[in-house]
C-alpha cells in the first residue's frame, strides 16, 4: 500500500545528498521566513465569501485537517435581544439547517447549561448528535457578549445506536454592541462530524455552516421582534 519514500542522493543523483541537503535546507529556512512576512502565515484568515451582509473567512488550524470557519454579520437588535434567541435552544430547529432536535440536559449554573442537539443527515449518512456545554458571559468590554459552545461527554445523554456522535471543538458567538444601537456578530466554528464522512467534505461544511446559521440567526432575530 505504501511506497518507500526515495533517499535525497535518489531524488539528486547529479548533485549529490550533501548538496542536496544544502538545498533543502535552504528552501526550509526560505519557506519559515515567508511564513513570518504578512500575508503568508497559515493561520491567517482568508475570506471565502461576501454576501448578503454576511462575510466567511476560513484558516488552518495547526495539528488539525479540519479548517476553522469565521462568520461576521450585522443585526438591527441589541446583544441582549440576539441571546435571547440564542437561550431559547427549542426554537434553534427552525433557524439552524437540519437540526431536528435541540433541548437542555442540564442547568449548571445562571450563565451555563448542558445541551443536545441531534441533525438529520442527508442519506446515506447517519444522523449526528452533539452534546456541549453552553457558557455566556460577558467580554473585557462592556459592549461584548460571549456565547460559547464546547463538545463534554455526560452520562445524560449517552451514544445512541445509528447515531454517530460528533465533536463540537470550538463554535463562539462574540456580539458586539456599535454605536448604531446594532450588533456586530462573528460567528467561530470548528467541528468533527465523525464517522466515515472524508476531511475534504467536513470542510466544505465548515465554509459553509457559518453563513447558513448567520442568516437564519438574524432572520430569526428581526422575525421575533426581540
Known amino acids: 500500500m505504501y511506497r518507500r519514500l526515495p533517499t535525497l542522493a535518489e531524488f539528486y543523483p547529479k548533485c549529490g545528498a550533501d548538496r542536496a541537503l544544502k538545498s533543502s535546507l535552504g528552501s526550509l529556512v526560505l519557506g519559515l521566513l515567508l511564513a513570518l512576512l504578512p500575508g503568508h502565515s497559515a493561520a491567517d484568515w482568508v475570506e471565502v465569501k461576501d454576501s448578503e451582509g454576511i462575510k ?3 484558516r488552518e488550524v495547526p495539528g488539525a485537517a479540519i479548517i476553522m470557519a469565521k462568520g461576521i454579520v450585522t443585526i438591527d437588535a441589541s446583544p441582549e435581544a440576539i441571546l435571547r434567541v440564542l437561550d431559547n435552544n427549542s426554537e434553534h430547529p427552525k433557524w439552524i439547517p437540519y437540526l431536528q432536535e435541540s433541548r437542555q440536559l442540564q ?10 442537539n441531534l441533525f438529520d443527515a442527508p442519506w446515506p449518512a447517519s444522523h449526528r ?3 456541549f456545554r453552553v457558557h455566556a458571559v460577558p467580554g473585557n468590554d462592556k459592549n461584548i457578549l460571549l456565547y460559547s459552545m464546547r463538545s463534554e461527554s455526560s452520562p445524560l445523554m449517552p451514544e445512541q445506536e445509528n447515531i454517530v456522535r460528533g465533536t463540537l471543538h470550538e463554535s463562539r458567538f462574540k456580539l458586539t454592541r456599535l454605536p448604531s444601537g446594532e450588533t456586530e456578530v462573528e460567528l467561530l466554528f470548528q467541528a468533527d462530524p465523525k464517522g466515515w464522512i472524508p476531511n475534504w467534505i467536513t470542510n466544505i461544511v465548515q465554509r459553509a455552516w457559518p453563513y447558513k446559521v448567520l442568516e437564519g440567526l438574524r432572520e430569526q432575530v428581526l422575525s421575533s421582534g426581540q
Request: aromatic share 18%.
Open 56 to 58: 466567511i473567512y476560513t
Open 107 to 116: 442547568a449548571i449554573s445562571d450563565t451555563q447549561r448542558l445541551e443536545y
Open 129 to 131: 448528535d452533539f452534546v
